[in-house]
Every structure is written in structure tokens, then in C-alpha cells.
């Protein structure tokens, strides 16, 4: 039987896939490559179609004897969500209404989905634990808190468990060197200094240095996207030997200043890279750092990356490699 992995040509998907391979799972990805490359795809079958249309992913079901299904597939973008908010919920929640209903139909009781730190919002406490108040303040954070309470509500009618993993800041590009971050217009703190350091921008704009943080600048809990890979196969592991559902946080514990994340940078490319400060990105919380005990107590997670210096350097890695990401490999 096979994981169904949906939005896995995207960034986090295809590092999943990659993991997923490597354990020789079969894995089927199913995206409509508006976002993802199937440049990225290191292994599985390719199904091209979008979740928005009820009939095809029914079809899905029915054509593929599916096991479980990690949830990928959704838009990403905080700043674009504020300013086409129903986009938002049409591609993050009706396509799950969709996927979840296939589900239920075709007896698949088992899902991983993506959520985010978003869904806390200014955090009430540093670091966040999963019991923190969830108050999105952008419709990003809200659509993927509403698919949660979808697969709670789902779990408790019909038996859907579901591991919801609340990432921090996704960064770094795999070991092997052959998949990374591209996203297309990038918005991603670590990318766009990279840009920089390619001589592909002129400068990295730092947005605001009058936070309250020890520099002024923002503060963010960086994991390694491998690292988020391998929590997503742990987690398909727990709900096959439990079968229960449950919810994480997945970040380092550990916070970098957005001034610190150049620093950075800087050492490890060697590059001067020129940095300004600009105005404040509307939305942006001062702090965002996660506590991970629970994900490492239970699931027995252990990052490989925990440091900024080697999730900068995988990144620089692929970045130096593939300067217009996967237009490289077309
Ligand atoms: N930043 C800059 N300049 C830039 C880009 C970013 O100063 O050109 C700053 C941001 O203001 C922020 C930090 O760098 O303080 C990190 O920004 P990112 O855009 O890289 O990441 P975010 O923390 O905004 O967002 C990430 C994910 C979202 C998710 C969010 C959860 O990309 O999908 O974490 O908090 F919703």
C-alpha cells in the first residue's frame, strides 16, 4: 500500500519524499506543479492534479490502494494571504474538505498535515509549547488552524487520526545536494541572503530593528528541512503502531535575530553581503521560538541539523549549485 503525499513536489514535500524513499516506502505524490518542480522529486509516481476538484481526487482514491497521506499542498505566503484571503481558504481549506472526504469514503484513516507556527500568533510565551493559545493573525495561520480543528472534529465522527506537526522556520536544502528551496517570487529570510551573496540582489532588507529583541531585529527558530522530513515519517511510524491522533511542535528551541541569520551567512559564503534596514513587514510576531520536548519525547525525534552554520550551509550548497533553483536541471 501505498503514502499519498500531496504537495510533494514543493519544498518540504520532496525533502519528505526523499526520507520516505530512502525507508523504501511507496510513495505516490500528488501536485499540481503550480508551486512544486517535478525536477525535485527524487523517487515515487507522480499523480498531476489539483485537490480543488472533488471528482479527481475521488478518483484518486479509488484508482490507488492508498495507506495514509501526508498533507502538503496549500499556499504558503503570510503577505499574500492578508491580501486574497479567500484564495487562501479556497486552496488550504476547501482542497482538505475535499482530500478529507475522499478520505473518509475510501476507509483511509491515517494523515500527517503541515501546519505552522502561525497558528499561535503573537505567542504568549517563549518558547511556544502546543498547549499555548492558538490566535492567527494572518488568514495563512487561520486557514491551516481551521483545517485542525477539521481533523479533530473528523477524529471524533469519524475515526481520521492525524498527527498535525507545527513547523517553525523550514530552512536548509538536503545533504545529497540535489533538491533545495525554490520558490518563485522567494520571500524566505535565508534564500534572499543567499541571493545576495549570488550577486543576484543587491541587498537583503532587514524589516525593522525596533523590535523588542536583543537586537532589535526579528527573532526565529530555524529547523532543517530534513529534519522536518524525518518527523514526518516518525509520525506516519506513531499512527501506524498507535493509531492515535496528536499534535507538535517542530523547531530547535533556539532563536536567531535576523541580523545574526546575515552574520551567518556572511561566515559561511564569505561574502560581504550588503544589509539595510527598512521598514517593518506588516504581521511579523517579535519572537518565534518553539519547544520541541514534545516531539522528541514521544516520536523520539532528533534533529541532525540543530545548528544555523550547517542548515546555512546545505542551503548555500544548493543555492551556489542551482543559482535559478530547478530551472537549472530542466
Ligand atoms: N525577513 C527580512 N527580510 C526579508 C525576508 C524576511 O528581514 O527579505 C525577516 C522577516 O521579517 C522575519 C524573518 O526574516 O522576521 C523570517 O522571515 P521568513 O519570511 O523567512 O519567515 P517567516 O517567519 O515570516 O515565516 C515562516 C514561514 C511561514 C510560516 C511562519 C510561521 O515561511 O510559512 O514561518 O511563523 F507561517
Redesign the pocket.
Known amino acids: 500500500m501505498a503514502v499519498l503525499v500531496t504537495g510533494g513536489a514543493g519544498y518540504i514535500g520532496s525533502h519528505t519524499v526523499a526520507e520516505l524513499i530512502e525507508r523504501n516506502e511507496e510513495v505516490i505524490v500528488l501536485d499540481n506543479l503550480e508551486k512544486g518542480h517535478k525536477e525535485a522529486l527524487l523517487g515515487g509516481k507522480l499523480i498531476q492534479g489539483d485537490l480543488r476538484d472533488k471528482d479527481f481526487v475521488k478518483e484518486v482514491f479509488l484508482k490507488n490502494d492508498i495507506e495514509a497521506v501526508i498533507h502538503f499542498a496549500a499556499y ?3 503577505g499574500e494571504s492578508v491580501a486574497n484571503p479567500l484564495k487562501y481558504y479556497n486552496n488550504n481549506v476547501v482542497s482538505t474538505l475535499n482530500l478529507l472526504t475522499a478520505m473518509k469514503d475510501a476507509g483511509v484513516h491515517k494523515i500527517v498535515f503541515s501546519s ?3 497558528t499561535y500568533g503573537e505567542p504568549e510565551n517563549t518558547p511556544i509549547l502546543e498547549t499555548d493559545k492558538t490566535f492567527p493573525t ?1 488568514p ?2 487561520e486557514t491551516k488552524l481551521t483545517v485542525e480543528k477539521a481533523l479533530k472534529w473528523s477524529d471524533g465522527a469519524y475515526g481520521l487520526k492525524h498527527v498535525i506537526l507545527r ?5 536548509g536544502a538536503h545533504e545529497g545536494g540535489k533538491i533545495g528551496e525554490d520558490h518563485d517570487p522567494e ?4 534564500p ?1 541572503i543567499l541571493q545576495v551573496a549570488l550577486g543576484k540582489r543587491d541587498e ?5 530593528d525596533d523590535y523588542n529583541t536583543p537586537d532589535g ?2 527573532v ?1 527558530d530555524y529547523i532543517h528541512v530534513s529534519d522536518l522530513a524525518q518527523a514526518h515519517v516518525l509520525a506516519l511510524d506513531k499512527l501506524r503502531r498507535e493509531n492515535e491522533s496528536s499534535i507538535y511542535n517542530l523547531g530547535n528551541g533556539k532563536g536567531f535575530s ?1 541580523k545574526e ?1 546575515v552574520d551567518v551567512v556572511r561566515q559561511i559564503t564569505g561574502k560581504p553581503i550588503k544589509a539595510v534596514v ?1 521598514p ?2 506588516p504581521g ?2 517579535a519572537t ?1 521560538v518553539a519547544s520541541s520536548e514534545k516531539v522528541k519525547k514521544e516520536m523520539n525525534w532528533r534533529p541532525k541539523y540543530g545548528g544555523l552554520a550547517k542548515i546555512v550551509e546545505t542551503a548555500w550548497n544548493w543555492h551556489k549549485n542551482h543559482p535559478n533553483g530547478y530551472n537549472d536541471l530542466v
Open positions: 504558503i505566503e503570510v505552522t507556527a502561525a494572518n495563512y495561520g513547523y517553525f522556520n523550514a530552512s520571500s524566505h529570510l535565508i534572499i537583503i532588507k532587514m524589516f525593522g531585529t526579528c526565529r535576523v541569520v527598512a517593518r513587514r511579523d510576531p518565534l
